[in-house]
């Protein structure tokens, strides 16, 4: 069975904090998602990685940026968080079919 | 650039009953890959549904199918015997076939959320 996992399901922060998202995948897939979801807006790419140390931007990075030290986790990092930036985030895994799995999700709150 | 529309923002359906959720999508691509993704109220977004552009038979897992119309750029999700486990966000989403750059994502629809009456 396929597993994504997040760090944390939720997670309240004050504007300021460096603020960091986990997400580990157990399939050895190559491509990883950061995605964040807002009521009406649909989800929207942050960054994704094609592979260790490979990272690409996506449609909104302004304000993050991840990390992929190890094939199996990538890292979502809030480098002095907002309010703008709550919200949720998912994270994703993808096969060579182009199936994306995704984890449960972070809900953050920042204040 | 690719773009992924879903016209319904609600739909209803009875227990038992059949729905069909529509996509469209706007694409100068000819080879990509089109998904149906479920997200029921707890929030784990999970496949439901996968179409390669270059087949022309429609993709079916069980109660779930598609009607692919490459040409009118459509890709509508029927649902058959609804479920009230079927009550969820739906997305239709849109892919190419690269790996990489900028065009390694997933484009999203912004869904249409599905409702079950027993």
Not at chain 1, 34 to 57: A, C, H, N, T
Not at chain 1, 83 to 102: D, G, R, W
Not at chain 2, 48 to 67: G, L
């Amino acid at each position: 069975d396929v597993k994504v996992t997040q760090s944390s399901r939720y997670l309240v922060k004050r504007t300021g904090e460096k603020v960091f998202l986990e997400c580990v995948q157990d399939m050895d897939h190559e491509n990883m998602f950061w995605y964040r979801q807002d009521p009406g807006l649909g989800l929207r790419l942050i960054y994704f990685s094609y592979d260790v140390k490979m990272k690409e931007k996506g449609d909104i990075p302004e304000g993050y940026s991840v990390s992929r030290e190890k094939k199996e986790r990538f890292s979502l990092i809030l480098e002095s968080a907002s309010t703008n930036q709550t919200s949720m985030y998912l994270c994703a895994s993808e096969n060579s079919a182009h199936e994306q799995y995704f984890g449960p999700g972070t809900r953050l709150t920042v204040t | 650039a690719q773009t992924v529309t879903q016209s319904q923002p609600e739909m209803s359906v009875q227990e038992a009953e059949t729905v069909t959720l529509s996509c469209t999508y706007d694409t100068s691509e000819s080879d990509y890959y089109l998904f149906w993704y479920k997200q029921p109220p707890s929030r784990q977004m999970i496949l439901v549904i996968r179409q390669e552009a270059y087949k022309q038979q429609n993709a079916t897992e069980n109660r779930f199918s598609v009607n692919f119309q490459k040409a009118a750029k459509s890709f509508s999700l029927k649902i058959s015997d609804s479920q009230l486990g079927d009550a969820a966000m739906y997305f239709c989403a849109y892919r190419r076939p690269y790996y990489g750059g900028s065009q390694g994502n997933l484009i999203f629809g912004k869904g249409t959320k599905l409702s079950v009456k027993p």
